[in-house]
């Protein structure tokens, strides 16, 4: 096939099933499968279902990036609350990457071998029961804040290593990817939302611990849905690839193969300095724009343990917008790419992170100056920076066989929050607090200012990892879709005067 044939790849964005056709939909006759004709595809779960899953699974990953920034939306006042620096602000980040991070490859593992709705599950209900006791958190143990922000990781950690293989194993071709598209837009959403509801919860009430009270009774509701309207896919079958052709292996031998994929690893990389500054900007730019409105003179500073400031808001809203636009236009981008090369996906997300770098340098830099034009750049960098989500996802399915996508997923979180968001919120604060020269409001805007200007160098590098990627996308791509397992050793025989390999199973009677 040449480059310049339309492949299911091609579909629109949110084409209709017939537009999107991809494998699962027909048999090797070009005809309708049974299973279809009765509304049920190869992965044992029919269309109406399948979409009502990933609409739930869409709603919990809202969920929880919501609850993950409400923190960051109510920031200066738990600064103020606590009396604590802008090191220990960034542990209340770091803790919880740090448990979720750790956590992930203990849930990918059993993701890849036991029922995934029910591990979902119990970690959903726990992540909702520990974010309502983090709410209870007195003024004099900020450590019991620390505790309950690293136990949240737990519940996480067990949905997000898992959500994007039951997709998988439910669509292939176009429609995963429109599918991973809708599922991703729930990160900036969520996010925005996070910082909207924290502060506006906040606003309503003068009390900051009842914004971490509205995620634990939306979380109670999303573990009903999970138990009684998602049913488990069958792994691999959904691309004629059935769960017991594929054979799963030890996790070693996981590891092994996962770490000599080329695609995989510098995917990770790049992905690794996506998580840094997000993992930074999420922190810590509602604080950052609020210190700047001080330092300038159109805020007044924190009085009476309430800090008022309609950054958090508008962040939020920004977040929402440039994810929404940053997902989409990177999955509209990277279809038409893909009918040019097969190296689309990779370019569009170094694209994205070069493209975002001097943007987000602009608005840390423009911040005293004019709060409009730091708005303005924020926009535009976060619109950029939000183009990988969704497609690297894509490129992790496409690259590693089924049977190790749950452990792939896991190993590309530990990496990506090792190096990236887990350390990232501290160290931004760590070098503030280091810069410092004073308690002025000056310097505790400059600080800050100065150290978030890592952001951009971190994205250069991840555009330089995913350049990387082009150069492997094509030939491990292949080598996950030729996959015979080790000990189903292909044989040579002819064909068309020419020999070819083929598994053993597929020549023996």
């Not at 300038?296 to 309430?306: K, L, Q, T, Y």
Request: with cysteine.
């Amino acid at each position: 096939m040449s480059l310049g044939e339309p492949t299911s790849d091609s579909a629109p964005f949110f084409s209709s099933d017939s537009e999107a056709e991809g494998p699962e939909d027909r048999d090797r006759t070009g005809s309708q499968r049974p299973q279809e004709e009765e509304g049920e595809s190869a992965s044992g779960v029919s269309r109406v279902r399948a979409l009502s899953t990933v609409f739930i699974l869409c709603y919990i990953n809202l969920l929880n990036y919501m609850d993950r920034f409400t923190v960051a939306g109510v920031l200066p006042d738990i600064e103020h609350y606590f009396g604590i620096d802008d090191g220990k602000s960034g542990l209340l980040q770091t803790v919880f990457i740090c448990s979720y991070m750790f956590l992930a490859p203990v849930f990918g593992y059993l993701g890849d071998r036991y029922n995934r709705k029910y591990i979902m599950s119990v970690g959903i209900l726990f992540w909702s029961l520990v974010t309502l006791a983090s709410s209870y958190t007195p003024k004099e143990h900020f450590w019991a804040l620390l505790l309950t922000r690293g136990l949240v990781g737990v519940g996480e950690a067990s949905y997000s290593t898992i959500a994007p293989t039951i997709i998988a194993d439910l669509y292939v071709g176009g429609k995963r990817t429109n599918m991973l598209s809708i599922f991703y837009f729930a990160i900036p959403v969520g996010s925005g939302l996070g910082y909207i509801v924290g502060s506006q919860v906040n606003n309503l009430t003068k009390d900051w611990h009842y914004a971490l009270r509205v995620t634990p009774a939306l979380g109670l509701v999303a573990v009903l849905l999970l138990l009684f309207v998602v049913k488990e896919p069958k792994r691999g079958a959904i691309e004629e690839r059935a769960e017991h052709q594929l054979h799963r292996t030890s996790w070693l031998k996981d590891l092994h193969a996962l770490s000599k994929n080329p695609s995989f690893i510098l995917s990770t990389f790049g992905f690794t300095a996506v998580a840094f500054v997000t993992g930074s900007l999420a922190l810590w730019a509602p604080t950052f724009l609020f210190r700047a409105a001080v330092f300038s003179g159109e805020r007044a500073p924190c009085v009476e343990g309430h800090c008022a400031s309609s950054d958090s808001l508008i962040f939020g809203i920004i977040t929402v917008v440039t994810g929404i636009l940053g997902v989409a236009s990177g999955v509209q981008v990277s279809r038409w790419l893909r009918t040019k090369t097969g190296q689309a996906d990779p370019l569009v997300c170094a694209g994205g992170l070069l493209l975002s770098a001097p943007f987000l340098y602009l608005a840390i830099v423009f911040a005293e100056a004019s709060t409009i034009a730091t708005y303005v750049f924020i926009f535009l960098g976060e619109t950029f920076l939000s183009m990988n989500w969704a497609i690297v996802a894509d490129i992790l399915l496409y690259v590693v066989v089924p049977t190790r996508r749950s452990t792939a997923e896991a190993l590309q979180i530990v990496i990506s929050h090792l190096l990236g968001d887990a350390g990232s919120p501290y160290l931004i604060g760590v070098v503030s607090d280091a810069l410092r020269k004073n308690d002025s409001y000056l310097w505790e805007f400059r600080s800050l200012q100065l150290s978030l200007l890592l952001c951009s160098f971190a994205a250069v590098i991840g555009g330089g990892f995913f350049l990387a990627t082009a150069l492997f996308i094509e030939e491990d791509r292949h080598r996950a879709e030729t996959y015979v397992p080790p000990d189903e050793e292909p044989i040579v025989v002819p064909k068309s005067g020419r020999s070819t390999r083929v598994p053993v199973s597929s020549v023996l009677i």
